[in-house]
Nanobody
């Protein structure tokens, strides 16, 4: 399964980054798409998710700062991250869960480092 994540990098506290995740058309239109993250020494956690029709959900720790969206023209999911904090430092993963299944496909991660 192709899930190509990009956009990570080093940013200062208070800064912004936008992550992108491109996938195949069939995967995109048939899946719940989400971003997870894993910080050093911590378990992976769900950051944000979006359904095929655009309903979204967020972890409490990112509400009001992060926005997940989907581009139906380019089969891409975005995660706009604003007001970044050092505790947002993690490897961020794009995931796709086909509707009607419990299977979750994972892409390669992209590292986000928030530091001054």
């Amino acid at each position: 399964v192709q899930l190509q994540a990009s956009g990570g990098g080093l940013v200062q506290p208070g800064g912004s980054l936008r992550l992108s995740c491109a996938t195949t058309r069939s995967m995109f239109i048939g899946s719940y798409m989400a971003w997870h993250r894993q910080a050093p020494g911590k378990q992976r956690e769900l950051v944000a998710g979006i359904t095929r029709v655009g309903n979204t959900n967020y972890a409490d720790s990112v509400k009001g700062r992060f926005t997940i969206s989907r581009d139906d023209t380019h089969d891409t999911v975005y995660l706009q991250m604003n007001s970044l904090k050092p505790e947002d430092t993690a490897v961020y993963y794009c995931t796709a869960q086909p509707i009607g299944t419990t299977t979750q496909h994972w892409g390669q991660g992209t590292l986000v480092t928030v530091s001054s």
